[in-house]
């Protein structure tokens, strides 16, 4: 890759090239829960969740899944998109209840079918060419992935894992309830099957020495058959485990500033190998919600800045990448 041409690859760029056209992700909650809030895996939830932080406004899961992917769709309707991917986003997507075990994951019959019914029901809307479907790396079994692996044949079909951190007492720390090797199996075993692999990572998590941690986070990243990343930066959202600990010893919670943040990603892309597609490098949570960082700045001011510190700095996505 030279730096003139593209300072880091583009997941828009690749959906684009992909289908001929501009393609927009439209959020859809399809009523799901996590196992980390119920008890299966853990209670209280990761220490910095509150799902209604990150909830577009037209996701409704009292409204059917058609019904979202219109509203979707209007939301959306001044860029102009032709096609459309469903994102089932909200909590765990590929989970419906708990088996009664907290070590392995297993789905019924009948949650299997609810599953399938949501994702059917999604890749049913004409305007619709594909699913991309956020969970846990502790939430996919081997019958799962061999149904998403069919699926592939016909329509795009992206699944995300929330990995957060590559280090284990990061996850800890955060109540994660899965390990980094968790993430390594259900990556494997996905790009095994020759489904698309997302991940999601968060930096600046507590504990995490920077840029230190974030340059192994390239590191390890960059070790697994992932197609497609998204980072953010932390953020304290009210009510959550998180923000009551802020609010307490705001010192032992360092957060980043705007310029901190730009450098330590720019580092990050450097560090990280040159084809898997970026997605996303910010998370903008309504002010209502967030409490700390208020950087004020929309994604594609954020853009803006990120590329023209990119190509002040000669940097460039793998510039640094060791195979
Ligand atoms: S971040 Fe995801 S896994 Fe963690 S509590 Fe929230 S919905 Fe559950």
């Known amino acids: 890759m030279s730096p003139n041409i593209l300072t880091y690859n583009k997941y828009a760029d690749a959906l684009n090239e992909r289908f001929g056209c501009r393609v927009q992700k439209v959020s859809v909650n399809a009523g799901f829960t996590c196992p980390n809030r119920d008890g299966s895996k853990g209670k209280g939830g990761c220490i910095y969740c509150n799902n209604r932080s990150f909830s577009p406004p037209y996701c409704n899961p ?7 992917i219109e509203e979707g769709i ?4 001044k ?14 997507n590929t989970y419906v209840r708990g088996n009664g075990s907290t070590d392995s994951y297993s789905i019924s019959d009948s949650d299997f079918e609810t599953l399938v019914a949501k994702y059917d029901e999604a890749l049913r809307h004409p305007q619709v060419v594909g699913i ?6 502790d939430c996919v079994t081997e019958r799962l992935l061999d149904y998403f692996a069919e699926l592939s044949a016909k329509y795009y079909v992206l699944v995300e894992y929330g990995v957060e951190s590559t280090d284990n007492r990061t996850l800890e720390v955060i109540n994660r309830g ?6 390594v199996w259900a990556i494997n075993e996905t790009a095994r099957r020759g489904i698309e692999v997302g991940a999601h990572l968060i930096l600046g998590l507590p504990g995490e020495e920077q840029p230190a941690a974030a340059l192994r986070h390239a590191k390890e990243m960059s070790l697994l058959p992932i ?5 953010h930066q932390l953020q304290i959202i009210r ?3 998180l923000c009551d600990r802020y609010m307490l010893a705001p010192d032992r919670y360092p957060l980043f500033t705007l310029e901190e943040y730009i450098e330590l990603l720019i580092d990050f892309i450097e560090n990280l190998r040159p084809d898997i597609a970026l997605d996303r490098f910010i998370s903008q949570s309504p002010s209502e919600w967030l409490v700390a960082p208020n ?4 994604n594609f001011e954020f853009v803006h800045k990120l590329e023209k510190q990119m190509l002040q700095r000669h940097a460039y996505q793998g510039k640094k990448f060791v195979g």
């Open 62 to 68: 009292e409204s059917s899944i058609s019904s979202q």
């Open 74 to 77: 209007r939301f959306f309707s």
């Open 79 to 92: 860029y102009k998109s032709q096609k459309y991917i469903a994102y089932f986003q909200s909590y765990t």
């Open 132 to 137: 991309a479907v956020g969970t846990r790396p």
């Open 178 to 183: 899965h390990t980094f090797e968790d993430s």
């Open 227 to 231: 197609d497609v990343l998204k980072i």
């Open 239 to 241: 009510n959550t485990v």
């Open 295 to 298: 950087w004020n700045i929309k």
